[in-house]
């Protein structure tokens, strides 16, 4: 499929896909986004709640490795341990993540090193840098073994016209089962079927405030 470079509202760049009417991001701010759904409302939440310092993160979809970067500056921050796991069906280039320039956009300038080093990682390998250790992998979600269970999911699937299957019953109850009791899952979608699917399984969901351009988005916790 093509994809056009954009840029969205807060500056930072994003893809779009004519064939499926689809962007990366939020148009309203990639990187606003990015920050406000799955690190504020995802990983410092689970943060605030959890008298932990080691955390596994479960990604739907790598994409441009924006979420990624994200989240390693925050367990920089916070002095945390982070195990993260990627998944992605259909994944970018190289040479397609340089040529959004993306790392002009992105905070911590003496941390840009690891933006090219994400993805220039090998698939299936893990690689680690500080205390964040990083792994993606080319496989469909549905289809891919796990042996492990998550404490955060980032749910950064394309939209419901786009990916519809991704947003049904199936794809959530594997979500249930993937994140460990008190598990949090975290989505910019606000979709009522969606909400209702959640909370049908035994998540105890949050409708939230959503960021720039979006009246809500969803937030749900695995009860014990």
């Known amino acids: 499929m093509q994809k056009k470079i954009i840029t969205t509202g807060d500056g930072s760049p994003s893809l779009y ?25 995802g990983l410092a939440h689970w943060l605030d709640n959890n008298n932990k310092n080691e ?31 990627t998944i992605e069906k259909h994944p970018l280039s190289f040479k397609e993540v340089q040529s959004l320039k993306m790392k002009a956009s992105l905070p911590a300038p ?20 500080s205390n964040f250790f990083f792994k993606k ?24 016209h786009a990916q519809s299957e991704m947003w049904q019953d199936k794809a959530l109850e594997r979500c249930y089962e993937m994140l460990q009791p008190s598990g949090v899952w975290v989505s910019y979608c606000a979709k009522g079927t969606v909400r209702r699917s959640l909370e049908k399984m035994g998540f105890l969901v949050e409708r939230l405030e959503g960021p720039p351009g979006k009246r809500e988005m969803l937030r749900a ?3 014990v």
């Open 137 to 160: 992998v080319e496989e469909d979600f549905f289809s891919m073994v796990l042996d492990q269970s998550f404490d955060v999911l980032f749910y950064d699937a394309f939209g419901y």
């Open 110 to 129: 003496w941390h840009h090193h690891f933006f090219d080093q994400l993805h220039e990682a090998e698939w299936n390998q893990m690689f680690c840098r």
């Open 17 to 41: 896909i004519q064939e499926i009417n689809e962007t990366y991001h939020s148009k309203h701010g990639a990187l606003t986004e990015s920050n406000f759904v799955y690190i504020n409302k």
């Open 55 to 85: 955390l596994k993160v479960f990604e739907m979809g790598l994409g441009t490795g924006l979420n990624a970067y994200l989240s390693y500056l925050f367990t920089v921050e916070h002095k945390i341990t982070c195990h993260y796991l």
């Open 221 to 223: 916790t695995k009860q």
